[in-house]
């Protein structure tokens, strides 16, 4: 029988001589690896429309087990993402991010969406003859604090995640075991836990409180790079937590 997804190729794996497995996320299955047959050889028509970080439709024939990939329809390569160094390196890590996080085969067509947006907000940025690196770091961090959110792990940013009670200015710190934002009273009771600043806590705040192509309004100023690389360090250590 055969299936058609319209799909987002994340990875890719080299298996034998000249066949790959695919790693996609699907509107209509979520995550699923398929199998192209010959897709290295040189003349190989497959291959060039299942990139990474590319959104095409995919023709899959699938009885038991893993399915063989039959045709391609390209959708959009995001061409000027993957001419952007930086752009690249961000959606990269994303794509890795993703990965751990997604369970098999199960549908999400709101994370499907969110993923996609991501992508087509990077690739317009990317494609600026001015362009605001800084839009980068604030689209990719915005995506994976979205993404847990859709997933069930929604960071607690409005009040204490343990106490529930009120945040008081300078004195707030992230632990992820908590799922958020603690108290400094809450906090002394914490061993792993990280120092979040007053702009940190209203990042997330706004984030979580509005629609991922309502981002690129954040403005950031340079001299706030310490703040973006804190959430970054916060980042990852959620998704570290959650995936452990």
């Not at 028509?45 to 699938?62: D, R, V, W, Y």
């Not at 038991?64 to 061409?79: A, D, H």
């Not at 959110?149 to 343990?162: I, M, S, T």
């Not at 632990?175 to 806590?201: L, M, P, Y």
Request: one cysteine or more; proline letters at 1%.
């Amino acid at each position: 029988m055969e299936y058609k997804y319209n799909a987002i190729v994340l990875n890719k794996i080299d298996t034998g001589e000249t066949d790959r497995v695919y790693v996609v996320y699907t509107r209509e299955a979520g995550r699923i690896l398929a199998r192209a047959i010959g897709v290295k050889k040189p003349n190989a028509k497959l291959a060039g429309n299942l990139e990474s970080i590319t959104q095409c439709e995919i023709f899959l024939a699938k009885g038991k087990g893993r399915g063989n990939i039959t045709g391609v329809i390209p959708m959009e390569n995001f061409l000027a993402i993957k001419e952007n160094i930086f752009a690249l390196e961000k959606v990269f890590g994303v794509m890795k991010i993703f990965n751990r996080l997604m369970t098999q085969e199960e549908k999400d067509e709101k994370t499907f969406q969110l993923l996609l947006e991501y992508l087509l907000m990077m690739n317009d940025e990317a494609g600026k003859a001015e362009k605001d690196i800084l839009k980068f770091d604030i689209y990719t961090l915005g995506f994976i604090f979205k993404l847990l959110q859709n997933l069930g792990y929604k960071q607690e940013a409005k009040k204490c995640a343990v106490c529930a009670g009120k945040l008081i200015s300078g004195e707030n710190y992230f632990s992820a075991e908590r799922g958020g934002i603690i108290c400094s009273n809450c906090a002394k009771q914490e061993t792993k836990k990280i120092r979040i600043n007053d702009e940190g806590v209203k990042f997330i705040r706004i984030v979580l409180e509005n629609k991922m192509e309502n981002l690129g309004k954040i403005k950031l100023e340079k001299k706030n790079l310490n703040n973006l690389n804190n959430l970054k360090i916060i980042v990852r250590e959620a998704v570290r937590w959650i995936t452990n």
